[in-house]
């Protein structure tokens, strides 16, 4: 619906369900209307060698997709591609940069960033696409996208796509778009949320949400899964008790480092790790084939979230599951949530791990536990009796007789036998009495009783 309208260079916003194409909506026409260096026309460009065009994303992880969507389209075209965005050395960006660059894909604040160090000329820009304009919104980029705007020509063409439209949406293309054409994929009574996704909303309490999440893995159509919580410390601490109960799982959040994001999200994406949970940094626009359930471990913030968050399954009209869990707490914001969304799910029922529709609806067999690899017991070693019981001591007898010499036959050492014999006499009294044992205190120099004890001593050794 969009290539006809965009290939022409009119200023239009797309607005459609998640995971209906968006991206290829607009790479099409970016890439269809940028010169490569091989053209005939390329060296006749104002400024050969600088972007022709500009698409922003409102994260890291959608960035990268989107230029890796880019790339693919792009093969047989020679543009020159770069994606930049945060939390990654500037060098390799700059080098690019100063290099030529046709196409350029990036997040809001390493693009000004780099506009403001001079290093990303974006004057001669023909193309500009905002690619989820609500979340940069709901992440308050919005000055940054208004301050990437004014730097860019007044004759460019502008693209913005989301998939709802609030009202600060609206007024930001108002004030920077050419009488855009709107494009809406379904009517205006079409759900929010994809059809082929089946949805399931249960009241659950916190302690027990784990056992039921394990209890899902093991449904017969589990392929991935994307598990969000509301916190990164929550989806880090989930992340590991899913290990622990032998599920592969691996988190997503925005205390890891870029790099290991990265390293997270092409797991999930090569099949390594099925199993991602993440916060709401991976639910805008992260498109992964295979994904079967989406689970909603924390209550979202709202129907926009919602939405995107179940709008990573059943994408190009594959199926998919998605299941809610709404605390005690969070009961009113889902009414609203419902009711917003015009969902059948007032009143969520209240769910355990082991309730009986839990097992019906999922089609999980009833006899699965939460955890895959039970813990192994540890055996106990003979040899590792505690020092007080009756092994221990019998054991340290033993290891005082080798010493002595007695255990095994072999004379002891002169210094052991001149120590035992030390002791001994220091345990008694002048007249045999036995005395209280006292420790000696080598002083340089000593007399008195001190020096009559050691001279005793020395006497009995000899």
């Known amino acids: 619906m969009t290539l006809q309208v965009a290939l022409m260079g009119t200023d239009l916003i797309g607005q459609a369900r998640t995971g209906t194409g968006k991206t290829l909506a607009f790479s099409i026409p970016v890439i269809q209307r940028t010169l490569a260096p091989g053209d005939a026309d390329y060296e006749q460009l104002a400024a050969p060698g600088k972007p022709q065009a500009l698409i922003v994303a409102p994260t890291r992880e959608l960035a990268l997709q989107v230029a890796n969507d880019v790339k693919t389209a792009s093969k047989n075209r020679g543009t020159r591609n770069l994606t930049i965005y945060g939390g990654v050395p500037y060098e390799p960006q700059l080098e690019a940069l100063e290099s030529g660059v046709d196409i350029v894909v990036g997040t809001p604040g390493r693009i000004l960033d780099l506009v403001n160090r001079r290093a990303l000329d974006i004057s001669h820009v023909k193309s500009l696409v905002l690619d989820e304009a609500d979340e940069m ?10 301050a990437i705007l004014a730097r860019t020509p007044e004759t460019r063409q502008t693209m913005l796509f989301s998939a709802t439209m ?3 949406i609206v007024s930001l293309a108002r004030k920077h778009m050419h009488h855009p054409m709107n494009i809406r994929a379904e009517s205006s009574e079409a759900n929010q949320t994809v059809p082929a996704t089946n949805q399931f909303v249960w009241q659950a309490h916190d302690m027990d949400k784990p ?3 394990a209890r899902i893995l093991q449904a017969d159509d589990v392929g991935r899964v994307i598990i969000f919580s509301r916190t990164k410390r929550a989806a880090q601490r989930l992340a590991d008790d899913l290990a622990d109960r032998g599920f592969p799982a691996s988190p997503l959040h925005g205390d890891m480092a870029q790099k290991a994001r990265e390293k997270a999200l092409q797991g999930f994406r090569d099949g390594k790790v099925n199993i991602l949970v993440a916060t ?5 626009g992260i498109d992964v084939a295979g994904i079967t359930h989406v689970i909603n471990y924390t209550c979202p913030e709202d129907d926009k979230t919602y939405v995107h968050r179940i709008g990573r399954t059943g994408r190009a009209g594959a199926s998919g599951t998605a299941v809610t869990f709404v605390d005690w707490a969070d009961v009113q914001r889902w009414k609203l949530i419902n009711k917003a969304l015009d969902l059948p799910f007032d009143e969520p029922e209240e769910t355990y791990s082991t309730s009986e529709h839990l097992f019906r609806d999922l089609g999980i067999d009833p006899t699965v536990s939460g955890r895959l690899k039970p813990a192994a017991p540890k055996e106990k070693k ?14 340290n007898r033993n290891r005082t007789r080798r010493r002595s010499g007695s255990g095994d036959g072999k004379p002891a050492d002169r210094s052991e036998q001149t120590s035992a014999s030390t002791s001994d006499t220091a345990s008694e009294g002048e007249n045999g009495q036995p005395r209280r044992r006292r420790r000696r205190r080598r002083r340089s120099g000593g007399s008195g009783s001190q020096g009559e004890a050691s001279s005793h001593a020395s006497a009995s050794s000899d």
């Open 137 to 146: 919104l709901d992440l308050g980029f919005l000055p940054d996208v208004e």
């Open 382 to 395: 003979k040899d590792d009796a505690p020092s007080g019981s009756a092994g221990g001591s019998s054991r």
């Open 211 to 213: 056992e039921i999440v």
């Open 280 to 284: 709401d940094v991976a639910a805008r």
């Open 166 to 168: 609030p009202g600060a």
